[in-house]
């Protein structure tokens, strides 16, 4: 089935520090959203990438999709403990209309005040 | 506005039995999809329903099923449970059906199963 890979599994900074996450799949991707879920807490939407080599800032966070549509990935500027979360790429994949969003497994990030 | 809401927030069954879990959309959208959360994994797409009508399905066996109501409110139903069945589900909601689109989630239901 169509799978999205997602690097590192866990992610460790100190405060200030910068943070990446990475997205992966072998096959070519339609779009590429981003999620937070806090400690606790539901995927809230951060973006959605559809353009070939997109690339969109959200104050601190720039998220850029690859040339050839098969990478994404999202980075944080001088982390902050509001930061704290996992993060998740995901991907809608269709066919024969019908429609699925497949999800990374996350990257975990935890920020040492 | 309410976002996405689900009921119940907790459940406990045992292996066996059957379960309903419950969502209600943001007012407006008629699209509701159903995940699967395992604890340290990414969410599982398990259904999409938009207009009462399935739009796509998750790897999941047939003991899951789901239905969307005339108000867009969802249900999904799990029979036959496994320990493996012990998750978060998540309902999400949006405007239209398809790709692309950003999905509101739900607080989830926490389901054990003994």
């Known amino acids: 089935g169509q799978q999205v890979m997602q690097i590192p599994q866990y992610q460790h900074v100190q405060e200030g520090e910068d943070f990446t996450t990475y997205c992966n799949s072998s096959?070519?991707?339609?779009?590429i959203q981003w999620y937070k879920q806090r400690p606790g807490g539901h995927p809230v939407f951060l973006i959605q990438?559809?353009?070939?080599?997109e690339v969109k800032k959200q104050k601190r966070l720039t998220f850029q999709f690859g040339e050839a549509k098969k990478n994404s990935s999202l980075h944080i500027t001088a982390t902050q403990t509001t930061d704290v979360g996992t993060y998740f790429c995901?991907?809608?994949?269709?066919?024969?209309?019908?429609?699925?969003?497949?999800f990374g497994k996350g990257t975990k990030l935890s920020v040492i005040p | 506005d309410a976002g996405v809401t689900q009921s119940p927030t907790h459940l406990i069954k045992t292996r066996g039995q059957h379960v309903t879990l419950r969502c209600s959309p943001i007012?407006?959208?008629?699209?509701v999809s159903w995940y699967q959360q395992v604890l340290g994994q990414g969410p599982q797409f398990i259904f999409q329903?938009?207009?009462?009508?399935?739009?796509g399905r998750g790897n999941f066996p047939d003991r899951f099923s789901a239905r969307q109501f005339p108000n867009y409110s969802s249900e999904l139903n799990v029979n036959a449970l496994l320990l493996g069945d012990s998750a978060l589900y998540l309902c999400?909601?949006?405007?239209?059906?398809?790709?692309?689109?950003?999905?509101?989630f739900g607080p989830g239901t926490r389901l054990t199963v003994l």
């Open positions: 329903y938009y207009e009462k009508e399935e739009r």
């Open positions: 096959t070519t991707l339609s779009n």
């Open positions: 995901g991907s809608w994949f269709s066919g024969a209309g019908s429609y699925q969003l497949t």
């Open positions: 990438l559809v353009k070939s080599g």
């Open positions: 007012s407006g959208h008629k699209s």
């Open positions: 999400a909601s949006s405007t239209v059906s398809g790709g692309d689109n950003e999905q509101f």
